[in-house]
């Protein structure tokens, strides 16, 4: 069974996925952060493919990318850097990133190459759900590579069934529009929206990101959700600390 799935039928809630960029903030440290947040106690890791024009992204992932990219990181490059990584690391792991470099690489090299490097699951913001089901699912699921898809507060209860029903792994629940980033706390329209979806009784976990920063925040999306998603802050704390390790260990001490 993929890891992502028996990660969820291990443990239903309180989960704690982090999101960095490869690359960042040198580039030669990608293993030394996944083995930081795997030992601090983090449950899954998106590891962030740099793409020079992150849309969806915040002030401080994209300064995260841009740095990365000057520092030298390409996906050959990534994968290199994860051929042993399941000689130390057991928990899911998954590729985050846009289309372009995804591409650029071949869909079936970037599927080969993450089941190499015992990559679980892979995030493509910006590909079409409906470009997914005709030329990318039947790929991924030859390899066991399971697509997670996001659904934000504009797409539709249909898409939303759709997206449940094609994909099987988990369901990325981004608690906003807007782009990446912290927030303080979760107004009443996004809590109303988080009830929507959980009224809905999908047969995918839930995983709430955008905007996970604190206590507050934290705790509203694990009640929602299976668990939150943190990017933004960690990478912030990062740059403060210089260490991966005291980055983490501040962060679960500001949310838990």
Do not use: W
């Not at 024009?53 to 915040?58: F, L, S, Y």
């Not at 995804?102 to 590909?127: H, M, R, T």
């Not at 390899?143 to 990325?172: C, H, N, Q, W």
């Amino acid at each position: 069974m993929n890891k992502i799935n028996q990660l969820f039928e291990r443990k239903k809630k309180e989960l704690l996925s982090i999101y960095f960029c490869a690359g960042y903030p040198e580039l030669n440290n990608t293993v030394e952060v996944i083995r930081a947040l795997a030992r601090n106690g983090v449950d899954m890791i998106e590891i962030g493919i740099p793409f020079s024009d992150p849309m969806a992204d915040g002030v401080e992932i994209q300064r995260a990318a841009s740095q990365a990219l000057k520092n030298g990181m390409t996906l050959k490059l990534l994968f290199e850097q994860l051929s042993h990584i399941r000689q130390e690391v057991d928990i899911p792991l998954l590729l985050m990133g846009y289309l372009n470099p995804v591409l650029q690489y071949g869909f079936e090299n970037f599927c080969s190459s993450s089941v190499a490097c015992g990559i679980n699951g892979c995030i493509i913001p910006d590909l079409p759900f409906e470009e997914y089901l005709r030329d990318y699912k039947p790929v991924a699921d030859k390899y066991d590579i399971k697509m997670v898809l996001l659904i934000t507060p504009e797409t539709s209860e249909a898409r939303i069934r759709r997206i449940d029903d094609y994909t099987d792994g988990f369901i990325y629940m981004v608690s906003s529009a807007a782009t990446t980033g912290t927030q303080q706390s979760f107004d009443e329209q996004k809590r109303a929206y988080f009830r929507r979806i959980q009224s809905m009784s999908l047969r995918n976990p839930l995983m709430i990101g955008f905007g996970i920063s604190n206590k507050d925040t934290f705790h509203i999306a694990c009640e929602y959700a299976s668990g939150a998603i943190i990017g933004s802050k960690f990478i912030t704390l990062q740059r403060a600390f210089h260490s991966p390790d005291t980055a983490i260990r501040q962060l679960i001490d500001e949310i838990l």
